[in-house]
């Protein structure tokens, strides 16, 4: 069983819409959690990071964290047609001084 | 630009040479690492140093070394390639040992071995 799971998608939403990515992990010592987002042919992006339970804003951004339920997901409002890329989930579980992560999530915003 | 820094972004081997590819990140970060990714498979860890003067295995790294040179340089040698080599090549670099902060990742190397 991978650590970090996610649905790979494609998700699509229309403009203007909010976006739910989700992401399960399975080793309950993770202690961060980071939202990376990598455009086609491009290298991944930290966008967002949360370490304690509950929500995290950020621009048009949230994440949120239910550590009791192991389960991190990112809500992008107000999507756009350049949100459109894959998103990575990771945490530092399995070992504390590395990055797990999930297969990503393709979004695509339509117009 | 501040970052981290790759060398070569393209190449192509044939089955059985040998090349390393190169990293340096000017962030005085600690911990850098090498992930490969590949289509249905995410980012999978090769091998990473904690600080400098360590290095440890990843979840794949067979057919791969690496050498810490200084604090800002981590490369991944291939001595012998194979067509399953064949991936994007992704290094990070890390303020925080445990990974607390994130990494920032360099652009890549996309290596296809024929």
């Known amino acids: 069983q991978k650590e970090v799971e996610q649905n790979s998608g494609p998700l699509s939403v229309p403009e203007g819409a909010i976006a739910s990515l989700n992401c399960t992990y399975s080793?309950?010592?993770?202690?961060?959690f980071f939202w990376y987002r990598q455009y086609s042919g491009k290298s991944p992006e930290l966008i967002m990071s949360?370490?304690?339970?509950g929500d995290k804003e950020d621009g048009r951004f949230t994440a949120q964290l239910n550590k009791a339920s192991q389960y991190v997901s990112l809500l992008i409002r107000d999507s756009q047609p350049s949100d459109s890329a894959t998103y990575l989930c990771?945490?530092?579980?399995?070992?504390?001084?590395?990055?797990?992560f999930g297969t990503g999530t393709q979004l695509k915003v339509e117009l | 630009n501040a970052g981290v820094t790759q060398t070569p972004k393209f190449q192509v081997l044939k089955t059985g040479q040998s090349m390393t590819l190169q990293c340096a990140q000017d962030?005085?970060?600690?911990?850098m690492y090498w992930y490969r990714q590949d289509p249905g498979m995410g980012l999978r860890l090769i091998y990473y140093?904690?600080?400098?003067?360590?290095?440890d295995k990843g979840e794949v790294p067979n057919g791969y070394n690496v050498s810490r040179l200084n604090k800002r340089e981590f490369s991944l040698r291939l001595e012998s390639a194979a067509p399953s080599q064949t991936s994007v090549y992704f290094c990070?670099?890390?303020?925080?040992?445990?990974?607390?902060?994130?990494?920032?990742f360099g652009s890549g190397t996309r290596l296809t071995v024929v």
């Open positions: 080793d309950r010592v993770s202690q961060s």
């Open positions: 949360i370490y304690s339970n």
């Open positions: 990771a945490s530092n579980g399995g070992g504390g001084n590395k990055l797990t």
């Open positions: 990070a670099s890390s303020e925080a040992i445990t990974g607390d902060y994130g990494y920032t």
């Open positions: 962030m005085n970060h600690n911990s």
């Open positions: 140093s904690a600080s400098e003067g360590t290095t």
